[in-house]
């Protein structure tokens, strides 16, 4: 229990500086308004723009691909551009989400549909979408790059596919559980496993090394989605 609780607030806080100057230096300084919303949906700003301290959510998958990238290289420095990518394409993906279940909500605070509408709202999952792959531009090594781009390329399309299913199966009363099983591995689980495989990947590690990480996120991913 106490390396669950782990995860959740003493391993995000103790990459937090580290990630949070990446992911600055991603989005730029430019202060129009679709950045100002980007800002705000990452809890940087408040709706008028200001500075201040908001909810970014708990950085699950940011925080797995860091660590990962310890526990291999002995240094979570090489996959900070991965994990902000992460981050990144994350938060693009609740930004979707919000517009498409209609959640007034996000962290707390209003959703950025909310207040900016809906086509706003998707402006900005998309430039959060294209910054994700720009921030993998700055790893190390140009074969990870290559390889790192093709895997979140990738995985986007299996996110989008689940995204779909669970929206079909609204509409159903017939699910079977294997049928969710399957929905939550693509919509939720596949990040989570691309997150630890990414790490592998920035610290040099063996393709099968990668690949082991990787099934052991999807099953923390389903395990995840199911609680």
Known sequence: MRESAALVTELP?????????????????????????????????????????????????????????????RDHRPALPAAAALDLLHNFTLAHDDVMDRDILRRGRASVWKIWGVD???????????????????????????????????????IVAGQSADIEFERRDDVSIDEYLEMISQKTAALIGTSLRLGALAAGAPSATGSGLAELGLAMGIAFQIR
Not at 136 to 152: C, I, K, N, Y
């Open 120 to 158: 706003q709202a998707i402006n900005v999952g998309d430039l959060l979408y294209a910054r994700a792959f720009s921030a993998l531009g700055d790893l190390a090594v140009p074969e990870t790059v290559v390889a790192a781009h093709r895997l979140l390329a990738d995985t986007c399309v299996t």
């Open 13 to 73: 806080a103790r990459y937090a500086a580290d990630l949070d100057r990446v992911l600055r230096e991603v989005i730029g300084e430019r202060d129009d308004p679709i950045h100002r919303m980007v800002r705000y949906h990452l809890g940087w700003v408040d709706e008028r723009g200001r500075p201040g301290q908001f909810s970014r959510g708990k950085g699950l998958r940011s925080t797995l691909c860091l660590l990962a990238c310890e526990a291999l290289a």
